[in-house]
């Protein structure tokens, strides 16, 4: 029987886009910390293999990643943002085509897509997420990125 697992150790050559929402930018800078900490220490991915792309708000990281993933410049991309509830329906229409957006991306260009999105109630709960008291989400992201990137070099290598 054969297992396929990935690791979160990648090569040196392995380049990531990290693409940020500045709309919520005091969260989304923990968040990146915690993602570019995490491939740096875990994944060994060098500084001058990483790329940072600010966006407005999370409502254009979908874009922004389907222009990066055809580029075929990136092993991975892992998008940062937070959107928080406010008082009207906007909250769900922007976090809804966000995921949608991005897990076609995914899946259509072959590019695994970290997803560290924060979707919360509030900013209590956003704050929970970002490392201050607990884990970081940018930082999973980050590992899950990195592990992705490894298992779909596998499969390729299996064919």
Same mark, same amino acid.
């Given at each position: 029987?054969? *297992? %396929?697992?990935?690791?979160? #150790?990648?090569?040196?050559?392995?380049?990531?886009? *990290?693409? #940020?929402?500045?709309?919520? $930018?005091?969260?989304?800078?923990?968040?990146?910390?915690?993602?570019? @900490? =995490?491939?740096?220490?875990?994944?060994?991915?060098? @500084?001058?293999?990483?790329? %940072? #792309?600010?966006?407005?708000?999370?409502?254009?990281?979908?874009?922004?990643?389907?222009?990066?993933? %055809?580029?075929?410049?990136? @092993?991975?991309?892992? *998008?940062?943002? =937070?959107?928080?509830?406010?008082?009207?329906?906007?909250?769900?229409?922007?976090?809804?085509?966000?995921?949608?957006?991005?897990?076609?991306?995914?899946?259509?260009?072959l590019v695994p897509i970290g997803l560290g999105l924060l979707v919360t109630n509030d900013i209590g709960q956003a704050v929970e997420r970002?490392?201050? $008291?607990?884990?970081?989400?940018?930082?999973?992201?980050?590992?899950?990125?990195?592990?992705?990137?490894?298992?779909?070099?596998?499969?390729?290598?299996?064919?």
């Amino acid at each position: 029987m054969d *297992v %396929i697992e990935g690791n979160t #150790v990648v090569s040196n050559i392995t380049k990531i886009v *990290v693409v #940020v929402a500045r709309f919520n $930018k005091a969260i989304n800078n923990h968040l990146l910390e915690g993602t570019i @900490d =995490t491939l740096k220490r875990v994944g060994q991915v060098q @500084d001058e293999n990483i790329t %940072i #792309v600010w966006v407005p708000g999370a409502y254009e990281l979908p874009l922004v990643s389907q222009a990066l993933s %055809i580029s075929n410049k990136y @092993d991975a991309i892992i *998008v940062l943002g =937070t959107i928080i509830r406010g008082i009207t329906e906007h909250f769900e229409f922007i976090y809804k085509s966000c995921n949608f957006g991005l897990s076609n991306i995914s899946i259509s260009n072959l590019v695994p897509i970290g997803l560290g999105l924060l979707v919360t109630n509030d900013i209590g709960q956003a704050v929970e997420r970002i490392g201050i $008291k607990g884990n970081n989400k940018g930082s999973e992201a980050a590992l899950a990125a990195l592990e992705m990137i490894n298992i779909l070099k596998t499969i390729k290598n299996n064919n």
